[in-house]
């Protein structure tokens, strides 16, 4: 069948300078020029990329997506606002039934299921089970999308990760609709969205308020990017891994500053370097702070494609398109970048990083040294040798034998518990005894899509736990171990080369298939390993082959959190500690006494390529994905409203109607100057979507947790913030209420402010109210990359709710910063070498912004006095971070939703 295409092979005719075009250039050009319509797509935006300007420009560009991809935790928000508008549209009389995603949205649950029970055969159907449980409010509204909803696609519960089935299944390469052929190109309501880069789609994520607007036909503006070309030479070396690889790449890209760029990677190294390993790297592109990380098409996307069950029809469209329309690469390429950094993979070593940002590389020989630095610079704490510590583990343990001398048994209080050194509680459960202390690993989590999706590192763990397990080592009594795949074919081909048995002997048993302790869904620690933590104020560790490691994100009783590969994973778990030379120090001593070291239980590259070679088939992928919209009994059997109005339980605690489109006025208020507001929260640099709207789990006594149990629901009960997302009674509470966030306004870590007209401490949200009842608007003040991490949509919506105008900072992270413009907040940055403490500002002024009220346009340069007590005035001028002329209109409308609506609804 023929299809239309929009050529860049005749533009490249009349233009040459196309060909030396970056290939992601050529993607949103090829956008431009088949949605050109010269009102919303003009002959300027199209201009502006068929000249690119390598040095980058303030000229903003449109961006059609194909597609949506969704999860749970960002979608569920998504869902209540289409059916709040629908709603609203209703009430004034229209027809709801018109509000429907334009263009295809797909949903995977997949961030809901939480490992509450582990090491165990039941855990997988027992957690399963929990979830719905939990869920089934929040389960009912996206079942009633999949039915109400044109356009929208829901993946059931526990049939993997976004991403990974992104990558397997969803992405295409190539699309054709209504009679045209084009790039598969998406947004995604997750910040790793990215990772389908790694097949050759172009595809980031955006806050679930962007993607909406997206869903509803609005294109997505933004700067048109630099390009930082990242090229790859030579291969990974024996030993590494392509996480390995991947944390490098973090900390390359960060120190260089790639925030708001694209990156496109070439070289020699594309030649060898898998899609999976591709995938890897493209996965953690909010990691280094870009938008994509783009991998074009070649020989290793078609293979990936045929091993995957692409049909061969569909692989043939995609290399004809992509040979056809200049984006298939050859290597032979001469692309003008905006600049290139380079890196050879041969140089790589074996990596974490850790314990709060995923750029803190950190060699694995130097753990042991850096654990003993950040212990004394964070928490004041001096460092006991290791050794001492691993012979008083090995014999508390049971070990016996000639390894150790009597002296060492006869001192363990010397050795363990002197003041001066590493905090330590004893531990007696039934008949075991053991010490945890600063350093001990609690969680070990083979998790996330970053890994999971890639099988040299999934064969890879497996292998090393069955080198273990011959070797006698069993992982330590007190690690939280967990094995969450991200599709379901992992589980295939590891049961059919029999390592699931191996990972299973040390306790790696499935627990689900979805974004466990990556996303703050680790459950709870063990009773007795929770009080154990919290009696010694222990600074316990987790080791997770995730993406992410904010604080309190992974869990909040755990105080670092390292990245690392799935296979490093299972070795720390034997370990039970993090302070250790995991390369030259042994891991543990076999019954016998005989030491064991990583290289004793680590495979060669040949044996993982042989495994995977006997053990993946392409069968797998199709008996998984025929099936992948059916979801289990569970799902079947779950009855959902019918209609094209969602029912609204007033009851309910995850799922309430929000409060942003109700009684709308046909029109926007003229946008106003921002006169007598206070500032709420003073921050500073690196403050993450994680502190501003954690996902994770609450107590009884957070603002959110007493509303909850104000509706008679049990601490028990509470799920995780992620979870109740669809609830902005709770969402609001949670919001800046990160128990690691750190207000200079107040001396109390946490969620807490300083109520300035009675001086008293109280918590974010409650100062808030106060605020608002007095008709006081507020301010945040805040350092460099405000915003960073996950693209939480809450994390502008709450702030909204908390009756917060405007955020001056440094600078921001691009997703936040847009989700900002999206809930009518503007974003101010302070002037280039400029911040709130050379200012002179110390939080308590009044602060008000001129320039607001008359002539608003992008960039625009506004005035801020900011008075002191004692009357002295502090002024300066900072820029709007509007970065186009349509950001301005959704700030003058209160939010990106309410301009489409009030379009619709005229």
């Avoid at 050529?26 to 050109?36: A, G, K």
């Avoid at 070439?266 to 280094?288: K, Q, W, Y």
């Avoid at 891991?587 to 044996?607: A, C, K, S």
Wanted: hydrophobic share 40%; proline share 5%; net charge negative.
């Amino acid at each position: 069948m023929d299809h239309h295409i929009a050529s860049l092979k005749k533009l490249a005719e009349k233009n040459n300078a196309i060909n030396k075009l970056p290939f992601s250039i050529r993607i949103l050009l090829e956008n431009v020029l088949r949605n050109h319509d010269n009102f919303a797509i003009t002959d300027e935006h199209l201009d502006t990329l068929v000249n690119w300007d390598p040095a980058g420009t303030d000229k903003e560009i449109p961006f059609k997506p194909a597609r949506v991809l969704m999860q749970d935790f960002t979608g569920v928000p998504a869902i209540v606002d289409i059916a709040s508008i629908r709603a609203e549209v209703i009430r004034k009389g229209g027809d709801g039934s018109k509000i429907n995603p334009a263009i295809p949205v797909d949903l995977v649950i997949d961030h809901s299921v939480q490992v509450d029970y582990f090491g165990t055969d039941y855990s997988y159907q027992s957690n399963v089970a929990l979830e719905y449980e939990r869920n089934a409010e929040r389960y009912e509204l996206l079942k009633w999308g999949q039915q109400a909803l044109d356009n929208f696609t829901v993946v059931p519960p526990g049939m993997g990760i976004c991403h990974q089935v992104n990558l397997e299944y969803l992405a295409k390469g190539v699309i054709t609709r209504d009679g045209w052929a084009f790039p598969d190109t998406l947004v995604g309501t997750d910040s790793h969205t990215p990772m389908v880069n790694g097949i050759g789609v172009i595809a980031w994520g955006v806050g679930g308020i962007e993607a909406e607007a997206a869903m509803l036909g609005q294109p997505i503006y933004f700067t048109c990017p630099q390009v930082i070309g990242l090229k790859l030479t030579g291969k990974i070396p024996a030993g590494c891994t392509a996480t390995d690889m991947v944390l490098t790449i973090t900390k390359l890209l960060r120190d260089f500053g790639v925030v708001g760029k694209f990156v496109e990677v070439f070289g020699e190294a594309l030649d060898h370097l898998s899609v999976t390993d591709r995938a890897t790297i493209s996965n953690m592109s909010p990691e280094f702070g870009c938008t994509v990380t783009y991998f074009p098409v070649d020989n290793q996307t078609l293979e990936y494609m045929r091993r995957t069950n692409r049909s061969e029809e569909h692989i043939n469209l995609v290399e004809d398109y992509c040979k056809e329309n200049l984006l298939w690469r050859t290597g032979n390429e001469e692309i003008t970048y905006s600049h290139v950094l380079e890196l050879d993979l041969d140089t790589l070593q074996p990596t974490v990083s850790g314990p709060k940002r995923p750029q803190d590389k950190i060699l694995v020989k130097d753990l042991n040294t850096q654990f003993s630095l950040l212990l004394e610079q964070e928490y004041q704490r001096n460092y006991v040798p290791i050794k001492a510590r691993q012979e008083q583990a090995w014999l508390s343990e049971g070990g016996s034998g000639s390894a150790f001398t009597y002296e060492n048994r006869a001192k363990p209080k010397e050795i363990l518990v002197e003041p001066e050194d590493l905090r330590s509680v004893r531990i007696k459960i039934k008949n075991k005894e053991y010490i945890l202390s600063d350093g001990s690993i609690v969680i070990a989590a083979i998790t996330s899509c970053t890994n999971t999706s890639n099988p040299a590192v999934m064969v890879g763990a497996g292998l090393v736990a069955r080198k273990a397990v011959s070797r006698g080592l069993r992982t330590k009594t007190w690690v939280k171990t967990s094995l969450a795949p991200g599709s379901k074919v992992v589980t295939e081909y590891l049961q059919r080369a029999n390592l699931l048995e191996d990972l299973e002997a040390l306790r790696f048993h499935t627990v689900g298939y979805g974004c466990t302790s990556c996303i703050g869904n680790s459950g709870p620690l063990p009773p007795h390993i929770a009080e154990a933590v919290d009696k010694g104020d222990l600074v316990v560790a987790s080791v997770l082959s995730g993406n992410r490691n904010f604080e309190a994100r992974v869990h909040p009783q755990v105080k670092m959190n390292f990245l690392m590969s799935p296979m490093l994973v299972v070795a720390y778990a034997l370990v039970g500690r993090v302070d250790i030379d995991l390369i030259n120090d042994p891991l543990d001593y076999d019954p016998n006494g005989n030491p064991v070291y990583l290289r004793d239980i680590w495979p060669t590259q040949q044996e993982i390529v042989d495994t995977i070679s006997n053990c993946m088939r392409v069968e797998d992928f199709k008996a998984v994905y025929d099936v992948i919209f059916d979801g289990g009994e569970d799902w079947k059997q779950l009855v959902a409203p019918l209609g094209k109005n969602f029912g609204w339980k007033d009851e309910s605690t995850y799922i309430q109607e929000v409060p942003f489109f109700k009684n709308i006025s046909t029109d926007p208020l003229p946008t106003q100057d921002i006169t007598g507001a206070r500032v709420l929260l003073s921050l500073g640099d690196s403050v993450t979507t994680d502190h501003i709207s954690p996902a994770g789990s609450f107590r009884a006594d957070s603002a959110a947790g007493q509303y909850l149990v104000s509706k008679n629901v049990q601490a028990k009960d509470f799920n995780s913030y992620g979870s109740r997302r669809g609830n902005h009674e709770v969402m609001m509470r949670g919001t800046f209420a990160n128990v690691r966030i750190r207000n200079k306004i107040t001396a109390k870590e946490g969620g807490y402010t300083t109520y300035f007209p009675t001086g008293e401490t109280l918590s974010v949200y409650d100062a808030a109210m106060k605020y608002i009842e007095a008709g006081t608007p507020l301010v945040v003040l805040a350092g460099k990359e405000y915003g960073s991490g996950s693209s939480r949509d809450w994390a502008a919506k709450g702030a909204s709710l908390l009756g917060i105008k405007a955020v001056i900072a440094e600078s921001f992270e691009r997703i936040h910063r847009s989700n900002l413009v999206g809930m009518g907040i503007l974003p101010l940055e302070y002037p280039e070498g400029e911040n709130a403490d050379s200012l002179g500002l110390d939080g308590s002024e009044t602060f008000s912004i001129a320039g607001v009220s008359n002539e608003l346009k992008p960039h625009k340069i506004l005035d801020v006095a900011a008075t002191k007590a004692d009357g002295r005035t502090v002024t300066f001028q900072a820029r709007a971070r509007f970065d186009s002329a349509i950001e301005v209109e959704y700030y003058r409308h209160s939010g990106i939703l309410q301009y489409v609506l009030r379009g619709f609804l005229r």
